[in-house]
């Protein structure tokens, strides 16, 4: 089990209650990694601290969806 993968674990387990299999939690890892990037991408090109909460949530859906 990689790093990502035992994090995942590690939130699902800690903070949430929950336990998966290796399979599930390394799908959850690759989820979160493409979620992750999308805010990364978004933050480092588009928005600043002050732009309204609403608007970064409609970006993030965007770039996730490339």
């Not at 732009?51 to 996730?64: C, K, N």
Request: proline content about 2%; hydrophobic content about 45%; glycine content about 6%.
């Amino acid at each position: 089990m990689d790093e990502k993968t035992r994090t995942a674990a590690g939130i699902a387990a800690g903070l949430q209650g929950l336990k998966y299999d290796d399979g599930r939690l390394a799908e959850l890892a690759a989820e979160v990694d493409v979620l992750n990037d999308a805010v990364r991408k978004a933050a480092a090109e588009r928005l600043t601290f002050d732009d309204d909460p609403a608007a970064f949530a409609s970006l993030l859906e965007r770039e996730a969806r490339k």
